[in-house]
């Protein structure tokens, strides 16, 4: 957890809760946010970025990305912006930007 970009979200959304850590926030935690719209979240990029060791969406920073997909999910969220590296393009010869389609549209890609 960034102390900065948490105190940045409080002083400029007051009104966006934060709910802590991605992977270990609950169905019931996202549920009592209520109605959402649009869900902005990006994941860290440097197991995707051509400047890292390229160990794409398997990568355990990178991976946080499956933890934000659930609780888009929980969300019910009408839409969903994922923010990352142009490196996401190109990881693991195009496959991880198969998956992360994949993943946002419901559907299974191998």
Do not use: H
């Amino acid at each position: 957890m960034d102390k900065f970009c948490c105190s940045l979200l409080k002083r400029k959304y007051p009104e966006v809760p934060n709910l802590g850590d991605v992977t270990a926030v609950t169905q019931e935690q996202v549920e009592a946010v209520g109605p959402v719209d649009v869900a902005i979240f990006g994941s860290p990029c440097q197991d995707l970025s051509v400047a890292g060791k390229r160990a794409g969406l398997a990568g355990e920073r990178s991976g946080l990305f499956f933890d934000a997909m659930r609780i888009v999910r929980w969300s019910r969220a009408r839409y969903a912006l994922w923010e990352n590296v142009p490196g996401a393009f190109s990881s693991n010869a195009g496959a991880d930007f198969a998956l992360v389609l994949g993943e946002m549209a419901g559907i299974r890609v191998d």
